[in-house]
């Protein structure tokens, strides 16, 4: 998302695009000034994206509209989505009858979670509640959305076991100032990054909740996991769960 002073006179209201790919738009209050927001160009934790389709499309789409506006602030953040893409609300298992979940409302928070509180209110209280049966965290449906299981399979495959045996085509010269990638230091793989001044950080890339390897994310500088949407920093701080410890580093 990107925050941008457009010198102007701002809408009123939240809207979404209708076509894909989606974008949302809304404003925001900041130093007395309202700042235009826009959201979009998501894609999967893990899985490499350049600045142009991602901050820069942002950006052009502002600019598109609003020629002469300021970008002023720029973030992202993951979102958990579900296999059959509808959240998990309600109680977490039967064996922990007094612990609850809502989670996976796919960037829907500010509906679903007011749907969520109400199931879970219910639950709690002992209310019937009709829509319960729809957010069930305990169900597994993958053949329902066989293909996103299918990739879900052979992504785990490939992080896990196929791409930890695959040769790095890339060597230590190969990276640039600023950026990072994984090279092969006697035969083990081990993720570099190169600071602006030329500093170099060193991490083992394999991440330290079930072990697949990482992928280099060049936009925000960090190490991300693309099985379970682990995220590191470049010099090995967990930033995102599940995984819980750091990356082993490497004095280079």
């Known amino acids: 998302m990107i925050a941008a002073n ?10 979404i ?22 959201g979009g160009s998501e894609h999967k934790t893990g899985h490499s994206s ?27 953040t993951r979102d958990c989505v579900s296999l059959d893409k509808l959240p998990y609300i309600g109680l977490f298992s039967p064996n922990m009858p007094n612990v609850f979940v809502g989670t996976g409302f ?52 490939n992080s896990l076991l196929i791409d930890k045996f695959k040769h790095s085509d ?13 090279i092969e230091i006697n035969g083990e793989k081990v993720g570099i990054y190169k600071d602006e001044s030329g500093k170099i950080y060193a991490v083992k890339p394999i991440c330290t909740h ?4 990482l992928s280099w994310n060049d936009i925000d ?19 995102y769960e599940p995984a819980l410890k750091n990356l082993d580093c490497y004095d280079f």
């Open 221 to 239: 500088k960090t190490w991300d996991c693309p099985c379970h949407g682990s995220r590191f920093n470049f010099d090995g701080k967990n930033l």
């Open 50 to 76: 350049s600045y142009e389709d991602t901050y820069g499309r942002l950006e052009n789409l502002a600019k598109m509209y609003y020629p002469d506006c300021e970008v002023l602030f720029k973030w992202n």
């Open 106 to 157: 796919k960037k829907w928070g500010m509906s679903l979670s007011n749907v969520a509180s109400n199931i879970i209110v219910d639950k709690i209280c002992g209310n019937y509640n009709k829509y319960e049966y729809l957010f069930k965290p305990t169900r597994l449906n993958p053949i329902k959305n066989r293909t996103e299981f299918k990739d879900m399979l052979i992504q785990s495959t």
């Open 210 to 213: 079930l072990g697949c390897l």
């Open 17 to 38: 695009s209708a076509s894909s790919t989606v974008f949302s738009f809304r404003t925001a209050k900041y130093d007395a000034k309202d700042l235009l927001l826009i």
């Open 170 to 182: 890339i060597n230590f010269d190969d990276i640039a100032t600023g950026s990072g990638g994984i």
């Open 6 to 15: 457009t010198k102007k006179t701002l809408f009123n209201g939240m809207y």
